[in-house]
């Protein structure tokens, strides 16, 4: 089973930051936060990952909160292409089960 | 080019025809993994693999087989299909040992369309 909980569905202006949330109160010590993001039909794609500390790519930043229980994808100025099903994921680096659960359908509005 | 293939990429099959999706990577990735995607059901693991000859099932492996003989490829097996396993599917390859990497930073095919009648 999935363990974060999203909201299904979100609108951003381009140009404008769009923030996705995501809860995972029973993170545990050695659990990642993962986001992924799928456009349409296409294979999901990874967008960033982070353990204690915020972090920064070129494509988003993630901001976890201090206890952990919960963290936010910035798309720093959304574009139209950004429109996709953000995901959530948090799992340990061992290489087991991966819950994808049902993600944020995030919709850039022109 | 680093890419995940999958195929076919479309495929429609009658109940009990045994079929395989074949998936390949050219990344020499150890960690390799395959999705089902489901309307409402978000995307579930089926089964994944560590590496060569290591396999272990994920959330939905039942009308399932994988098996793992080469690095590169990762077949998905269906002994007897049903239309209950009509779905979009994706395969994923990963490597704890990229700078920075973890086995969960996957890279993922295109995917695979298939009906089941």
């Known amino acids: 089973d999935a363990k974060t909980t999203q909201p299904p569905s979100m609108d951003c202006a381009e140009g404008r930051a769009a923030n996705l949330p995501c809860n995972h109160s029973?993170?545990?010590?050695?659990?990642?936060v993962y986001w992924y993001r799928q456009i349409h039909s296409q294979g999901p794609q990874y967008i960033i990952h982070?353990?204690?500390n915020n972090e920064t790519n070129e494509m988003a930043s993630l901001i976890i909160t201090e206890d952990r229980k919960s963290s936010t994808l910035i798309l720093p100025h959304a574009t139209l292409r950004d429109t996709a099903v953000y995901y959530c994921?948090?799992?340990?680096?061992?290489?087991?089960?991966?819950?994808f659960g049902t993600g944020t359908s995030l919709t850039v509005i022109p | 080019e680093a890419q995940v293939t999958q195929n076919p990429r479309y495929l429609i099959t009658v109940t009990g025809k045994k079929l395989t999706v074949t998936c390949s990577q050219n990344?020499?990735?150890?960690?390799m993994s395959w999705y089902r995607q489901d309307p409402g059901l978000g995307l579930r693991q089926i089964y994944y693999s560590m590496n060569v000859e290591v396999t272990d099932k994920g959330d939905v492996p039942e009308g399932y087989k994988v098996s793992r003989k080469e690095k590169r490829n990762f077949p998905l097996i269906l002994e007897s299909p049903s239309p209950n396993q009509t779905s979009l599917y994706f395969c994923a390859s990963s490597s704890p040992h990229n700078p920075g990497g973890t086995y969960n930073e996957q890279f993922f095919g295109p995917g695979t369309r298939l009906t089941v009648l």
């Open positions: 029973t993170i545990s010590g050695n659990e990642y």
């Open positions: 994921i948090v799992a340990a680096n061992t290489g087991n089960q991966f819950y």
């Open positions: 990344m020499n990735h150890e960690y």
């Open positions: 982070g353990l204690k």
